[in-house]
């Protein structure tokens, strides 16, 4: 006869080896997970080199833009204070022009010996 002590350490020896293959197929997974995980982490740090490189060139880019825009402003710049004279000088001639129309305009007053005003319009 078998006793309960043989029993119980059959018993216990086989819970261990069902225990050691359920750990043996979950570290198998696991593994498995992980290498995958590697693989997915390879492709993300090539990705972020690639796109920082694009975008570092692109930054490169802008800067050039920038002072190719500035370089350009700074040549109109002449060019519309040049502008805004001519608008001055035209905003005069057209004030002198218009207060010589208005001064030929006006009627002139000739005063005889008589207190009656002669007016005479000038053309």
Do not use: C
Request: hydrophobic content about 45%; overall charge neutral; charged content about 25%.
């Amino acid at each position: 006869m078998v006793s309960i002590i043989e029993w119980s350490v059959t018993l216990v020896a086989i819970a261990f080896v069902v225990l050691v293959v359920y750990l043996v197929l979950t570290l198998r997974k696991v593994m498995t997970t992980l290498a995958e995980t590697k693989e997915t982490l390879s492709g993300v740090r090539n990705s972020v080199n690639g796109i920082s490189d694009e975008a570092e060139e692109l930054i490169h880019k802008a800067n050039e833009i920038s002072v190719d825009v500035k370089g350009k402003m700074e040549a109109v710049d002449p060019l519309i204070e040049s502008a805004h004279d001519v608008g001055d000088m035209i905003h005069d001639v057209t004030s002198s022009i218009k207060r010589t129309a208005l001064q030929k305009n006006r009627k002139k007053t000739i005063h005889t010996q008589e207190s009656k005003p002669v007016h005479i319009k000038l053309k």
